[in-house]
Structures are given as C-alpha cells and as structure tokens.
C-alpha cells in the first residue's frame, strides 16, 4: 500500500495491519513517496508514524525519493522550470509518481486510499475510472485486474466522518502511532502536500498553521508567494521569439537559491539539501537551460 501521512491513508494502513494481524502470513509492504518538499510538520507526522509501525509491526516500510536530477529546486533552480500550474504540473510526475515506480508491485494486491467526497474534481475522475463498468483504475469496491496488478479501493466508499470516527474511535485504541496524525490534524480540513505548492490558489494548511502561531511556516509562506509573483514577471523570464514566456533566468534562479538557503539558515530547517544546492549551482554555471523548456 501507499502511504502518504494523511487521514485517509493512515485509516487504511490500519486496516492493513489488522489484516495482517488475523492473517500472519500476509506480507505487507508499506511504501511512503517523500518528495523532500513535504510540510515540514507533516513529513515529521509520515515518519513518526512510519517508525512506529517498523517498530512495532512485521512489515517492510519502503521509502523512496526523487532523482536528485528530479527535485523541486533541482528542476526550477538548476534547469528554469517555473512554478508548476494546472497547465504545467510537472512536479507529480518526477518527485512522486516516477520513484514510486522503481518499487516492484508485480505481485500480491495494491491497495490505495482513495475515496469519493473528497472534492468534486476528484469524484468526477473517480466515477470515471472507479466505479463505472469496466472500471480500469483503483478497483472501486471491487478487486480488479490492471497491467497485471490485483488494484482495491477499500474506503472508496467512507465518508470523512467515517475515516475521522475509524481514527479516533478505534484505530487509536488499537495503534497509538494514529495519534500523530489525529493532533496533528485536529479534525480540521487540513492537506498533506508541498509547502511549495503552487497548484492550489491557496495553501489552507500552511495559513492554519502559520495563524496557530508558527512563525517557522509563516515565513515559508511569504517566500512561496514572493517566488510565485516573482516568477510571472517578463524580466524574470527568457522570452522566445514568438513573445511567450519560457525559462526562469538565471539571474532570478540565482536569486531564488540564495534566498532559500538564507531562509533555512534563518528558519534551522532543511529545505534544500547540499546535493541539490550543489547540483544547482553547477547548471547555473554551465551553458544549459538559458532558453526552452
């Protein structure tokens, strides 16, 4: 199963080891996508949990990264991608989906967390893929067979009060490393995700917490916002021949590194490690990614 660190996923990595607890002989792979730009508070969230699953439960916890080559700063810094958008959301695919694939599934049944009601864009893609005839993803309430995987959604079908009373009502009882994502979260509607996403309009989980008093993620916030504003403008931009904006430049690019590295000074967290601060610097200094995509 996959394990990303929020509600839903922890509701089902419980189930999983229940399953596994009345049925010994199961192996249960646990396997958590860290994209390295994680809330810093939810990725401590993820691997405490993670932790104490390892320490407590016979099941293998898989961990996988991006490419250094595929990072966030790797890949905007280093090569002049701009913020991903809806019309170019090249984060995904390098820093999660494309490590996931490096872990072998050819076997057994994956199991994923996914389920209606979490927001109107989601469920239309659901119904799609989950729950009509021939249905080719995820497995709705069903197993089904895809490109040789047995794929099942087993709380397709709960409500978010259903996963909120699962967590606190039972699994809590049962696997107290639920409680880190139980106070953490609150009960309240927050994401796990990228600090630096610029996907969403707007970042509710990091305004909460920034509002909660961490000053930590409020400084974050202004970056991000910053570099998003900063990143639209022409004079930051390599312009093609047609008039359309292409790559960050370098100057911008240059800037960009300097400031996250002062801001994690600033902050005492890691935001960028040295491999990529490294590797970036060493694109900047080279003939590359002056002008396309």
């Known amino acids: 199963m996959a394990y990303s660190g929020g509600k839903d996923s922890t509701a089902l990595a419980v189930l999983a080891l229940y399953m596994k607890s009345i049925h010994p002989n199961i192996k249960l792979k646990i396997t958590y996508s860290d994209t390295m730009m994680e809330i810093p508070e939810m990725s401590s969230v993820a691997y405490n949990f993670l932790e104490y699953v390892e320490q407590n439960f016979n099941s293998d916890i898989i961990i996988v990264k991006p490419a250094i080559a595929d990072t966030y700063w790797v890949r905007m810094i280093g090569r002049g991608y701009p913020p991903p958008g809806p019309r170019f959301r090249w984060c995904t695919d390098k820093m999660k989906i494309k490590p996931s694939r490096k ?167 890691t935001l960028i490690s040295e491999e990529e601060a490294k590797l970036s610097e060493e694109l900047l200094d080279s003939k590359k990614y002056e002008e396309y995509y």
């Open 103 to 269: 872990i072998n599934h050819d076997e057994g049944l994956f199991i994923t967390g996914m389920r209606i009601g979490e927001s109107k864009q989601r469920d239309s893609k659901l119904k799609n893929s989950c729950l009509s005839g021939g249905a080719n993803e995820c497995g709705g309430d069903m197993w089904i067979r895809q490109s040789g995987i047995d794929v099942a959604a087993p709380i397709i079908g709960w409500s978010t009060f259903d996963v909120w009373y699962f967590l606190q009502a039972i699994a809590a009882k049962t696997i107290p490393g639920v409680k880190y994502v139980i106070d953490l979260y609150g009960n309240t509607a927050m994401r796990f995700g990228c600090w630096m996403c610029t996907v969403v309009q707007r970042d509710r989980t990091m305004e909460m917490l920034a509002k909660s008093g961490n000053q930590n993620i409020g400084k974050m916030l202004l970056f991000r916002e910053w570099l998003v504003e900063e990143a639209k403008k022409p004079e930051n931009r390599y312009m093609r021949k047609n008039g359309v904006k292409g790559r960050l430049n370098k100057p911008f690019r240059r800037q960009i590194l300097k400031m996250v590295l002062d801001l994690q000074k600033e902050i005492g967290t």
